[in-house]
């Protein structure tokens, strides 16, 4: 079946003709599944003609829109082991997180890809760099999480307006963190940025509060400095596997010094000391209305950025 779905792809993209059985609503997760193929063996060989880019694609590469071929495509030298990957028939997208080898860099990478008769019209993909990314954390071998991967019973699912309510929670959650939840979490949750785990660490790399899981964190507070979440997205959503991929950016202004935890404790803003955005593409796991795991892949980008994907989204 993929086989064929990623030669019937091909033919419309090289002779114009579209083939009936994956015309727009009716690209099923095989098809979906056979379309990412196609654009990540495009992606490895280099050689954006073998993808099933449709005549007017739009594609962005950490959220500047380029000529398919460009960027990634000019540097990549492999692809890793690590994939996660899942697919929304309903809004005909799929989605995926892996690493991405390019000359003498190794990064963790996402991409989301909309089919529309089984061409490619919109690619987005987010590189962390570790030279780029911004943050003192950037894991290049990530190891597959069951969690991800396990498929939801019916019993457990959440509707598609009911995962984009906590995906979107989460992101209130996040903006001015005060401590308020907005969302739901497991009390197992785990998140995982740019390959490293940020909650429910044995070690203190990067401080005490990474010992600490997703609800204690943002009960603490601990996130004050992130003033905004705007141009927030919510686009694959997966609700077999309890998936839903989110776009958006995080902004900091750069103007607090200190803050009050819940706690009471007072501390000081280490960073962000300056106006400073990341974009992002972020994976939700949901089951039983509640958050089990997060996959975050982010980038800095400049301070403010409009989004390409949402029109007058720079300052929202």
């Not at 991409?111 to 911004?134: C, H, M, N, S, Y």
């Not at 991800?148 to 509707?159: C, D, M």
């Not at 603490?220 to 705007?230: A, E, K, N, P, V």
């Not at 990341?278 to 997060?294: A, P, S």
């Amino acid at each position: 079946m993929r086989k064929r779905v990623i030669l019937a792809a091909l033919a419309a993209l090289a002779g114009g003709a579209f083939n009936p059985a994956v015309a727009a609503g009716d690209c099923d997760r095989a098809c979906l599944d056979g379309v990412l193929d196609a654009y990540l063996g495009a992606l490895k060989a280099r050689d954006p003609a073998r993808a099933p880019f449709a005549r007017n694609a739009v594609t962005s590469e950490n959220n500047v829109v380029l000529e398919a071929g460009d960027g990634l495509w000019g540097t990549i030298t492999a692809l890793g082991g690590y994939e996660l990957r899942f697919a929304d028939p309903q809004s005909g997208q799929v989605g995926f997180h892996g690493i991405v080898h390019e000359t003498d860099t190794v990064s963790p990478f996402a991409v989301r890809l909309k089919v529309r008769r089984g061409r490619i019209v919109e690619a987005e993909t987010i590189v962390a760099r570790p030279q780029e990314a911004g943050v003192p954390f950037v894991t290049t071998t990530l190891t597959p999480l069951p969690v991800l991967n396990e498929i939801v019973p019916p019993a457990e699912r959440s509707t598609r307006a009911r995962m984009i309510e906590l995906a979107d929670g989460y992101f209130s959650t996040l903006q001015l963190n005060d401590g308020t939840l907005y969302t739901q979490f497991d009390e197992r949750c785990n998140r995982r940025e740019n390959g490293y785990q940020t909650t429910n660490r044995t070690d203190e790399s990067f401080g005490p509060t990474m010992k600490m899981g997703c609800a204690e964190q943002f009960r603490l507070g601990l996130y004050r400095y992130d003033d905004r979440l705007r141009a927030r997205r919510f686009e694959v959503i997966d609700e077999e596997r309890g998936l839903i991929m989110a776009a958006g950016f995080i902004d900091h202004a750069g103007r607090l010094t200190r803050y009050r935890l819940s706690d009471g404790r007072e501390v000081e803003s280490t960073i962000f000391r300056r106006p400073h955005t990341y974009c992002l593409l972020e994976t939700f796991k949901i089951r039983n209305g509640r958050i089990e795991q997060v996959e975050a892949v982010f980038t800095t980008v400049p301070y403010h950025m409009p989004s390409p994907w949402v029109r007058g989204a720079g300052r929202r």
